[in-house]
């Protein structure tokens, strides 16, 4: 899948199924502006109740996430990562409390990022709530 924007950034992403619970994917944005083209490589693997990711980006990028149901309607999850370039590293913790009518999220990391999210269904008709 890809686009070209009208300023001439190319888009693409690439996604393969190696396996039925293996996941190759490749993300690019490609521009004309010095320092702003971007490329990423992600491999990720569903387990029968996890889901881990593996990354390598650009710029020396080196990241890795993994989460893990702790009961029907909890998970918890962990992410870390490196950038070479910077030297910069970064770890987060994740939560997230799922039911048949309602989604919530929690993230804090130690770049000082805090995240809370909340969706609730409100009726059965249009899309299916994620």
């Known amino acids: 899948?890809?686009?070209?924007?009208?300023?001439?950034?190319?888009?693409?992403?690439v996604k393969y199924e190696v396996t039925e619970?293996?996941?190759?994917?490749m993300n690019a944005q490609l521009t004309n502006e010095p320092?702003?083209?971007q490329g990423m490589f992600n491999l990720d693997y569903k387990g029968k109740d996890f889901r881990t990711q593996c990354q390598v980006g650009n710029n020396g990028?080196?990241?890795?996430?993994?989460?893990?149901?702790?009961?029907?309607?909890?998970?918890l999850g962990t992410e870390g990562f490196w950038l070479q370039q910077q030297r910069k590293s970064g770890v987060g913790f994740l939560a997230r409390y799922d039911t048949k009518n309602m989604v919530a999220t929690g993230q804090i990391a130690s770049t000082g990022l805090v995240s809370l999210s909340y969706v609730q269904k409100v009726s059965n008709k249009g899309f299916p709530c994620y």
Do not use: E, H, M
Not at 1 to 13: E, K, M, T, V
Not at 68 to 74: E, I
């Open 1 to 13: 899948i890809g686009r070209i924007a009208p300023d001439g950034r190319l888009n693409g992403r």
């Open 21 to 25: 619970n293996l996941f190759a994917q």
């Open 35 to 37: 320092g702003y083209s």
């Open 61 to 75: 990028f080196y990241g890795g996430n993994y989460i893990q149901s702790v009961t029907k309607n909890l998970s």
